[in-house]
């Protein structure tokens, strides 16, 4: 049976005005206990325009410094799931966070980002009516499996300031 994985803890302030949530952490984060820990994911350059700053060029624990001074809040939609390898289409028996009830401790909170379409078909049925109250994006995915290219993923991410004046 494929083993059993877990998710890390939501990265958030009562400032929070932007929440980007994932799927689930791949191998390489899960085993350095890091979000997008794999140097092909693309996430910290992407989010680096909404940030205001080059998250990829600091050290980890400056990224995620960086991102709440930006009010940018990161989570997972997955609390745990059974999974071989990293890829969101071999998640099995999948246990969601209830993101609806974070959202609700978050006073400032104004949208809600979906990295990729699993992240954001998941995410979406845990939101539930609640998703009334936020803007809600769907992104493309930072990870490298999905191939559009950094180029044509960049607009997309770089809407999000928008999103946190």
Same mark, same amino acid.
């Not at 980007?20 to 994911?41: F, I, T």
């Not at 996430?43 to 709440?68: E, I, K, N």
């Not at 978050?106 to 936020?134: C, D, H, K, V």
């Given at each position: ?19 980007? *949530?994932? =799927?689930?952490?791949?191998? +390489?984060? #899960? $085993?350095?206990?890091? /979000?997008? &820990? ?7 350059? *992407?989010? =680096?325009?909404?940030?205001? +700053?080059? #998250? $990829?060029?600091?050290? /980890?624990? &400056? ?17 745990? $799931? ?84």
């Amino acid at each position: 049976m494929d083993p059993r994985k877990h998710s890390f803890p939501p990265v958030v302030d009562a400032h929070v005005r932007l929440l980007v *949530l994932g =799927s689930l952490p791949g191998e +390489r984060s #899960l $085993a350095e206990q890091r /979000y997008y &820990a794999h140097p092909q994911n693309q996430f910290w350059r *992407l989010a =680096s325009p909404a940030a205001g +700053r080059d #998250l $990829a060029a600091l050290d /980890y624990d &400056a990224r995620l410094g960086a991102l709440l001074a930006a009010h940018i809040g990161l989570w997972d939609v997955v609390a745990s $799931a059974r999974r071989m390898g990293s890829t969101d289409a071999a998640l099995r028996d999948v246990e969601g966070h209830d993101i609806a009830a974070l959202a609700a401790t978050l006073p400032n909170l104004r949208a809600i980002a979906f990295n990729g379409g699993t992240a954001f078909r998941t995410g979406s049925r845990q939101l539930g009516s609640a998703a009334q109250r936020y803007a809600i994006v769907a992104l493309p995915s930072s990870s490298p499996l999905h191939t559009i290219g950094f180029e044509k993923k960049l607009p997309h991410w770089e809407a999000l300031r928008s999103l946190l004046e």
